[in-house]
């Protein structure tokens, strides 16, 4: 089955490359959407870490004033403070200014819709400048800004601190601990100004990581205390919705087209091989009665010689020919021969051994068995039970018959073959039907010296007669 052989082959490239095409797009399509992500994540980082730098760098430059240095540090003039420093740039809400004690000098704010409720916030900013200024004073520099973030009412803050520095070296600061400049900003607001205009979508400020892209808020002790978390554009995700079900319906319609014409092929396989095994059995098989014909009787014949010359054993030949035959058919017709033909191989299958014999029709009325692993006494054993089953009566469609039959039995033995064999055991079914039929006859060269031994179905005794020797048996079936 060549021809099929290849078929398969081709539907199965066909599968694997249909497979491989789906694989690449999905593929595709998910590392075009890590490279977006990658690619938004690496652009807010510049923006935002610019925009931090720039937040410190406005708050420090609005803090470098001598005018500032002589009303907060020489004085604490906080009327001055609150019309000086209302409102600073970068989207900050709330503008504090604090003294050398971590003291506010200006910036309480009454809660409006704008802030909400901000009194946990501004209980925590002392504590959050004593922080600010341990960090300024571990850098290099005093002078600069820092950024801290700070939760209060379930809103992240943006807390950026500068202290107040003189502009000229006429001022001088009066206390060691300078007063600061604070701008606090909820956190949302500053990432929706600096990421304006990036197409980010669902930006929100969470307090744990929910997304893998989440990027992270720290504090001054460089602790994440909150994400930057959007929703991830998905090209790829939106070419696999245009691309890939369309491919996924033209790659089920090919699977489709390659199942129904595998289906067609195996099923004309089936067909050829049913076909061929229908040939081969009918080649080996009587039509009439499903027995094995004569050829699968030789072959069988000829393999448990050769096995029985190999590996030893036992081995017996039964040739089985009904009496008065061809009185049934010329009394009642060959539709009654046939019926009695049927019922007979039925009642010889029931009389041997399933694993060890085998039962074939020669032709006519003849029968043979093939009894494998059978010496002498089952041989004796078996055509008995072989005469009792045949000798009953039959019933056929229009009458009841009784008939008999002539068993002709040849024990193998080294040095024959499957001829000899056979016609050992037509001259021992010669001597049976001589003798008066319903009888078997046993040809043994080895035991009898070419004598061949007859018995009576009815049980009655048995008798070793010469081959020549072509005397009537003393009893027969009534």
Not at 370 to 389: G, I, W, Y
Not at 456 to 463: S, T
Request: aromatic residues 6%; positive net charge.
């Amino acid at each position: 089955m060549r021809l099929f052989g290849s078929f398969n082959l081709v539907a199965l490239l066909g599968g694997l490359s249909a497979v491989t095409l789906i694989a690449c797009v999905v593929v595709m399509t998910v590392h075009m959407d890590r490279r977006e992500a990658l690619a938004e994540r690496s652009l807010l980082i510049t923006r935002v870490t610019a925009d931090l730098q720039a937040s410190r760098a406005s708050l420090a430059a609005w803090a470098q004033s001598d005018e500032a240095v002589r009303r907060l540090d020489h004085a604490r003039d906080a009327a001055w403070a609150e019309s000086t420093f209302p409102s600073l740039p970068k989207a900050s809400i709330l503008t504090y200014t604090f003294d050398h004690h971590n003291r506010f000098i200006s910036g309480r704010h009454a809660p409006t819709k704008a802030t909400g409720t901000l009194a946990g916030l501004e209980a925590a900013l002392p504590d959050r400048m004593r922080a600010i200024r341990r960090h300024l004073r571990s850098k290099a520099g005093s002078r600069e800004a820092a950024i801290d973030q700070v939760w209060s009412d379930g809103t992240l803050y943006m807390v950026v601190a500068a202290p107040f520095s003189p502009a000229t070296a006429s001022v001088r600061l009066a206390h060691v601990s300078a007063p600061l400049l604070v701008a606090v900003t909820p956190y949302s607001n500053f990432v929706a100004t600096s990421l304006e205009g990036m197409g980010l979508s669902g930006l929100e400020i969470v307090r744990r990581k929910a997304a893998p892209n989440a990027y992270p808020i720290r504090n001054l002790r460089n602790e994440a205390v909150g994400w930057i978390s959007w929703r991830q554009s998905r090209p790829g995700a939106e070419l696999r919705r245009i691309v890939l079900w369309p491919t996924l319906l033209l790659v089920g319609a090919f699977i489709m087209l390659l199942a129904y014409a595998h289906g067609r092929a195996l099923a004309t396989q089936r067909a050829v091989l049913e076909g061929e095994a229908r040939a081969t059995h009918l080649a080996l098989h009587d039509q009439l009665t499903e027995l094995a014909n004569r050829r699968a009787l030789m072959q069988a014949l000829e393999g448990a010689i050769m096995k029985v010359e190999r590996g030893g054993g036992s081995l017996a030949l039964l040739l089985v020919d009904l009496d008065r035959f061809k009185a049934v058919n010329d009394t009642y017709g060959h539709q009654c021969g046939d019926e009695l033909i049927v019922e007979t191989a039925t009642r010889l299958r029931s009389a041997c051994r399933e694993d060890h014999d085998l039962c074939a029709r020669l032709g006519g009325d003849e029968f043979v068995i093939l009894a494998s692993d059978c010496d002498l006494q089952r041989a004796e054993a078996l055509a008995l039970r072989v005469l009792e089953r045949i000798c009953q009566p039959a019933q056929l469609s229009s009458t009841l018959i009784r008939t008999g039959g002539s068993i002709g039995v040849a024990i193998f033995r080294p040095g024959h073959d499957s001829f000899s064999l056979l016609g050992r055991a037509d001259r021992a079914l010669y001597r049976a039907k001589y003798n008066g039929r319903s009888t078997y006859a046993i040809y043994d060269a080895e035991t009898d010296g070419g004598n061949i031994s007859t018995a009576l179905a009815g049980g009655a005794g048995n008798q070793r007669l010469p081959a020549n020797d072509m005397r009537q048996p003393t009893t027969a079936i009534g």
